[in-house]
């Protein structure tokens, strides 16, 4: 989870978790059929996905983030910052904003040339609907805290949107004011958004400014939003309508789901609940329902970052939606570092730093694989994690560890990079024998941030009975198929792939981002797989969460696909035909279809087709052959395939057997 849990929360929020994936880790067990290979996508990815990662910046207050940590930043790959806006800070009395710390990021942030995902969250105290003196314990002082006052729906969130008294935008409109969070979201859109008051204060060119807000974060977690699902689908519905009022062109988000939920109601999808009730809404169509991007988080288990963009996909496919949909919370922290719990390798939840980096990449893989646009790390500095702000704690060998949890410290070790040694600038951990220095997992990222872009998935095979992961991508920009493998459980594999060149050469990479040139012996790679480590999940000793150390074996696609025809060899006045074709480096891209009739020079049926089947309409008496070739997307020509169809008319007299009575 996102560092913010309170530990008083914090075994509920373990229980919830648990048995939710108790019932994830079943259906993860279902095989998939190599066979059923073809992506569902919820748009062309020959562009995607791009990278973020998060709290790159934030608004820490006058003074921005550190030159070497926007340098960190930039190290990753990531063209995306995520970070919160609270309203409690910025609205610090009715109607009286204070905007000073968030324009200190944002102008930061456009001036290293990040993209901002901009977070609304936190309802100020003087607007909570939560009962005064309820509720009152606070998360942790880390980055995204907020106590249960701020995680309150707000007051007059049913009021009209509107001072007309409607929920209907129209040019010239004023927001209600009644609404208070309108207004706040409205207020906001019209500072950050391009051309608004900060770029025309700073004299930003055309497009420069805060383009994409996310409707507060993991509203389906009770630590930040307290409401109902039909209170949350009116803050997305009031902030949709709000935001775009102010700036038509802003890409408002779905806030990043945490896919906890109710355990008792089994496997939770917030998404589909609310959007259930935008079904009943008549102008949730008008509105695009009142989000053009689906944020989800994903920990620890890999295989679900596939499962949640999957599970979304289908929620947006019922409706005839295409979104997109981001990854814009992921990751898992590390145990073996500090300011890790380094005397518990079995702590839940946690990994070690070479671990982290396979979750990097497999998760990436898989989400991608499931049509997700945009994957965020959790995150760039291990900052506070779950713990107050100000938390530390001296160095701690394993050599020193007594075996009592109670006594040897441990902390959350999320990040990319360690924490300063500057106590102001870590805010905590700052103990760290290596300060500011990158773990494994800043290799993995760039390998993804590098290699994984410009991808659309191609397919998916589980081979040898299941034991490995093979997730397959085609690279339009290099004509190459980007393929991911490695061993599911806990047991050494061997991948033998089929090489999908005529130099049999390919790039192997590895989480360590060390790339190195491979030949193909007999056609084809042999690759050892090293078996999965990781048991930290606390639902099941016996799962691999994360599973083996990946490998990723890029290589162009310059060999022909091969395709095969069918049709009956005998037809009357239509004929059949069906094909298909298949090619595992970059997939079938068309098809084109000719007829030859009674020896005649061949002419096209179909040319540049998709289709895999047609009904060509005969005469009688006469023979055609049928030829077929297909082309795959990087180009590349099969030979032609044909089969020859006769017609023929039924006899003139047909002679029954007689039937003789006795």
């Not at 935008?278 to 009142?290: H, I, L, Q, S």
Request: charged share 15%.
């Amino acid at each position: 989870m996102l560092s913010k849990i309170r530990s008083f929360f914090i075994s509920f929020l373990l229980l919830s978790i648990t048995l939710l994936l108790m019932g994830l880790a079943l259906q993860e067990q279902q095989p998939i059929n190599p066979s059923s290979s073809q992506a569902q996508t919820n748009t062309d990815l020959a562009t995607g996905p791009a990278y973020g990662v998060n709290f790159i910046s934030w608004a820490k207050g006058q003074t921005p983030v550190s030159d070497q940590r926007y340098a960190n930043g930039r190290a990753t790959g990531a063209v995306w910052n995520r970070w919160p806006m609270y309203w409690t800070n910025i609205e610090q009395s009715e109607g009286s904003f204070s905007w000073g710390y968030q324009d200190v990021a944002v102008t930061n942030d456009i001036a290293q040339g990040f993209q901002i995902d901009a977070i609304f969250l936190g309802t100020p105290s003087f607007y909570t609907t939560s009962p005064a003196g309820e509720n009152f314990t606070p998360v942790p002082g880390s980055i995204l805290a907020i106590n249960d006052i701020q995680a309150a729906t707000p007051q007059g969130l049913y009021d009209p949107v509107f001072a007309d008294g409607t929920d209907t935008p129209g040019a010239g409109k004023v927001i209600n004011p009644a609404n208070r969070w309108a207004r706040f979201v409205y207020t906001a859109v019209n500072r950050y958004k391009p051309g608004g008051l900060l770029a025309q204060q700073n004299n930003w060119t055309n497009g420069e400014g805060v383009t994409h807000w996310e409707i507060w974060n993991e509203p389906d977690l009770f630590q930040f939003w307290d409401g109902t699902v039909a209170d949350y689908g009116r803050l997305l519905k009031v902030g949709y309508l709000a935001a775009k009022q102010a700036d038509p062109n802003a890409q408002i988000i779905f806030g990043g789901v945490a896919n906890v939920g109710d355990p008792n109601a089994g496997v939770s999808d917030f998404y589909n609940r609310v959007m259930g009730l935008f079904d009943a809404d008549p102008d949730a169509p008008t509105y695009d329902y009142y989000h053009d991007i689906f944020a989800t988080h994903n920990y620890l288990y890999a295989w679900r970052s596939w499962l949640y963009v999957w599970r979304a996909g289908n929620t947006q496919r019922a409706r005839n939606l295409d979104k997109p949909i981001w990854l814009n919370e992921s990751g898992v922290p590390v145990w073996d570092d500090y300011p890790g719990p380094v005397c518990e390798p079995n702590s839940p939840y946690r990994a070690t730093m070479s671990e982290q980096a396979d979750f990097i990449i497999q998760s990436a893989f898989f989400a991608t694989f499931a049509g997700a646009d945009n994957l965020f790390f959790f995150q760039l500095y291990d900052d506070c994690g779950n713990q107050p702000g100000g938390t530390n704690h001296a160095y701690y060998p394993p050599s020193a560890c007594t075996g009592n949890p109670t006594v040897d410290p441990g902390g959350d070790a999320f990040g990319l990079f360690r924490n300063p040694n500057d106590p102001a600038q870590a805010g905590c951990y700052w103990d760290s024998p290596q300060p500011e220095l990158p773990r494994e997992g800043l290799a993995a990222f760039q390998v993804l941030s590098t290699y994984l872009t410009g991808v659309e998935p191609l397919w998916r095979q589980r081979p040898n009975n299941n034991a490995q992961e093979w997730i397959a991508f085609y690279q339009p920009g290099t004509q190459s198929r980007v393929l991911g493998v490695w061993s599911r459980g806990g047991s050494v594999e061997t991948a033998v792939i089929t090489a999908t060149s005529s130099a049999g050469t390919a790039t192997l990479i590895g989480p360590d981002n060390n790339p190195q040139l491979i030949t193909a012996v007999n056609g084809v790679y042999t690759l050892t797989l090293p078996a999965a480590t990781n048991h930290n999940a606390l639902w099941d000793p016996t799962l691999f969460p994360i599973e083996g150390r990946p490998s990723i074996l890029i290589e162009q696609d310059d060999l022909p696909p091969t395709v095969s025809l069918t049709a009956p060899p005998i037809a009357f006045t239509q004929i059949d035909l069906s094909w298909s074709g298949e090619d595992l480096g970059s997939g079938i891209d068309s098809y084109d279809l000719f007829v030859a009739m009674d020896g005649d020079d061949p002419v096209p049926v179909l040319v540049a087709t998709t289709a895999v089947t047609t009904t060509y309409p005969a005469e009688l008496e006469h023979s055609y052959r049928f030829t077929l070739r297909g082309w795959d997307k990087a180009g590349n020509e099969s030979g032609f395939t044909a089969v020859t169809v006769i017609t023929r008319d039924l006899p003139e007299k047909v002679y029954l057997p007689a039937v003789l009575k006795p």
